[in-house]
């Protein structure tokens, strides 16, 4: 089997044997970017060849002998353009940092690092992680591997699409609002945002602090586990990173869900789910069934307040977020303004994309004065009344199994006229954040335009193992995970 098709943990594995090399590894990856990347344009910045060829033979030489291998020597891993590199340029998909070339590691950049990851390539993404398509980048969109008339999936579509593709063996993403689980869900691929405080936000450039999340986006459950493993953990440079421990995520891979209490919410099968969607996600929650988890329908009230509370929150704390990008410390500075109000101004209008900027003046908005408590403040009442919801149901079950999007993927172009629209992709995504607790996103069917139709389980605050663990067991009495596209 070609290396490229191969899970991280099957390549880690042949690595570790010494069946193939460092080099042969970036070969067969640089291959497969010569040959696809120009239909799927997944990467901002992809690794230089010549510098990473040279790395993977000094690995080779230097193992020669003795093989003392760190979990992920010469492995092939993307890393969002969101997420600082030292040395390589981050540019968020904003013209505003288009030549920003950070001079440290974001700290899942440093734990990878120290692992001996291979940089393979920064992904695209919508402009500051705003948005559902990745049309929103400055670089222009990626495309989804199933389909290139369609959308990957945003806002790390480009993460989804290279791991879809086989242009990385897994990548790292961040969700905010669903965007390491939407993209996953469009692209087929295993998609997993962690408990908010579970994994260090340090180095990743903020968009909405209270919701941003670092996660791996990987071809198999099995993946995911190993990814979170070694990113996860207390980092003192982050301060809402959690002093938890991290269990053994390998242990959680078991083959029932017998003892399981698995909850289903009316309030996610509404108007709007698309049939096929559903069809695919209740057969999913009938295979569960046989797995021996229990089912019990669950309700959570609060679902139709989440995206109107969603972009009240994430919007006013862009806003403050943003208001950096002024033409001074770095990034783009407009040319030839007179006085500084008018850099200000140039810079932010030149540097900004649509969509960052109707955000900026929604959240301006909500946070001014005479507007503070009419909306801002409501958001974040409304906001504790979703994350009691949560509670309540956690009190019932171990998970909750939703949908991810309504619609499998939808074509390029066909939504970036409307923000409403695009916004409700994220209809199913956008409370997990809000409550603050750990969503998994696996394959589990095709539409009938062969567009894969993603899992969503939602767990209890810090107990990713028991969402990993029902999505192993579901994914290996199906072989959704196995169906490739061909490229
Ligand atoms: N699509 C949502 C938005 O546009 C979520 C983005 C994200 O999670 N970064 O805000």
Same mark, same amino acid.
């Given at each position: 089997m070609s290396l490229r098709k191969l899970t991280l943990f099957e390549l880690k594995d042949k690595f570790t044997k010494g069946e193939v090399s460092a080099a042969e590894i970036v070969k067969a990856y640089f291959q497969r970017i010569t040959v696809v990347e120009s239909k799927v344009?997944?990467?901002i910045t992809p690794a230089k060849k010549d510098a990473l060829l040279k790395e993977a033979d000094d690995l080779d030489y230097k193992l020669r002998g003795w093989r003392k291998i760190?979990?992920?020597?010469?492995m092939p891993i993307a890393v969002k353009d969101n997420i600082c590199t030292e040395g390589v340029k981050t540019t968020c998909g904003s013209r505003m940092l288009e030549n920003f070339v950070p001079s440290y590691d974001a700290t899942v950049v440093s734990r990878l690092r120290e692992q001996?990851?291979?940089?393979?390539g920064k992904t695209n993404l919508d402009e500051f992680a705003m948005?559902?398509?990745?049309?929103?980048s400055a670089f222009g969109p990626t495309r989804n591997p199933?389909?290139?008339?369609c959308i990957p999936g945003g806002s790390s579509g480009g993460s989804a699409a290279a791991v879809a593709a086989d242009l990385c063996a897994a990548a790292l993403g961040s969700d905010t609002g669903g965007s390491i689980r939407q993209p996953a869900a469009c692209c087929g691929v295993v998609g997993l945002k962690p408990?908010?405080?579970?994994?260090?936000?340090?180095g990743l450039v903020a968009f909405a602090s209270s919701l941003d999340q670092i996660g791996p986006i990987t071809k198999d459950v099995r993946d995911a586990a190993l990814m979170l493993q070694l990113i996860a953990g207390h980092d003192?440079? =982050?301060?809402?990173? %959690?002093?938890v421990p991290v269990p =053994?995520?390998?242990? %959680?891979?078991?083959f029932t869900m017998r003892g399981m209490k698995v909850g289903v919410p009316l309030?996610?099968?509404?108007?709007?789910?698309?049939p096929e969607v559903e069809l695919a996600v209740r057969t999913a929650i009938i295979k569960m069934q046989e797995l021996k988890a229990e089912i019990r329908e669950i309700s959570l009230p609060m679902t139709t307040y989440a995206v109107a509370t969603y972009y009240l929150i994430a919007t006013a704390e862009a806003s403050s977020n943003l208001a950096?990008?002024?033409?001074?410390?770095?990034g783009y500075r407009a040319a030839k303004e007179k006085g500084l109000l008018e850099t200000y101004m140039k810079t932010r209008q030149e540097g900004f994309g649509p969509e960052v900027k109707r955000r900026i003046m929604l959240g301006t908005y909500a946070l001014s004065a005479g507007y503070y408590d009419a909306y801002y403040g409501k958001a974040q009442s409304v906001r504790t009344l979703i994350k009691r919801d949560f509670d309540e149901a956690f009190k019932d079950v171990d998970m909750i199994v939703t949908p991810?999007?309504?619609?499998p993927a939808f074509k390029l172009g066909e939504k970036v006229q409307d923000p409403l629209q695009m916004y409700l992709s994220d209809i199913y995504t956008i409370s997990v954040n809000l409550a603050g607790v750990p969503a998994i996103v696996l394959p589990c069917g095709f539409s009938s335009g062969k567009l894969p139709i993603g899992l969503q389980i939602i767990g209890r605050p810090f107990e990713e193992e028991k969402i990993i663990r029902a999505a192993y067991a579901y994914e290996q009495a199906t072989d959704w995970h196995k169906k490739r596209p061909t490229l």
């Open positions: 344009k997944a990467y760190a979990p992920l020597m010469a001996g990851y291979f940089l393979i948005g559902s398509s990745t049309e929103n199933w389909n290139l008339a408990t908010y405080g579970r994994v260090s936000r340090y003192p440079l =982050d301060s809402t990173s %959690a002093d =053994d995520y390998q242990k %959680a891979l078991k309030e996610f099968f509404a108007e709007g789910l698309d950096r990008y002024d033409g001074v410390k770095y991810t999007m309504p619609t």
